[in-house]
């Protein structure tokens, strides 16, 4: 005969290791997962140490493989390469899609950068000069399935709102009109008619609400519409705001922090 008494300690050990699992568990889910990409290593030193100090995130080495990430922070271009790594190869799609999580942080705030960068599927946008605060809410916005686009990052779409896209050949005819080529010169640079580029002009004038060339070279830049898009493979090179970057280590304090790294 098994006395019920005997079974109590049985019980009460595997109550606890039962505990002891779920809430290894749940601070699991809890915990974002966040990997750093930045060809700037001040800034992402900053970065890693202002992340680092926040309780529910833990960093993942900058070797890491995106994918095992639950929100990526990256420069403009890197943050695209992400994006783009995850579409290209089907045993990474998650990162694309419902893996990591990308954030891009750049100087980067023309409407033509951030539509691009958000169509191509990254979830969060923010420009340098954003607060701790913010960029720290992003992280956590991003990690529960959420979109989060900065103050300046949204404030450049809303003026955008009023005006329309240009289609890829309006944009062409306006490069070549805002370095200075004629009517004639851009029909001949395009190969296209010179009814057809004075249709292309029309339109152009008046998306972009300007009555000469001089306003529509002003509007074009006040929106990036001609700016270059970075290289898939080009590195970026970001200057980190005096808050962000790393404060100077004491020689006392060399020693611990080798032995930090190490670990």
Known sequence: ??????????HNRFHHLLTHCLEAAMLDLLTIKVLVLYDDALLCAGLRATLGAQPDMVLLSPQADPGQADVVIADYAQGLRCIALGKAEPARRSLGSLGARVLILTRRDSEREIRHALESGVRGYL?????????????????????????????????SVAGSLLTSRETDVLRLLVAGHGNKAIAKRLDIALGTVKSHLKSVFQKLDASNRTEVALAADKRGLLIDLPALDEPEVEAAPARWRMPAVS?????????????
Request: charged residues 20%; glycine residues 8%; proline residues 5%.
């Open 1 to 10: 005969m098994i006395h019920v008494d005997s079974l109590a300690p049985r």
């Open 127 to 159: 420009t340098i000069g954003c607060g701790l605060d913010e960029l720290v809410d992003a992280v956590r916005a991003l990690h529960c399935g959420m979109r989060r686009i900065g103050t300046l990052a949204a404030q450049r779409l809303a003026d």
């Open 251 to 263: 020689p006392q304090a060399e020693p611990a922090r080798a032995l930090a790294s190490a670990s």
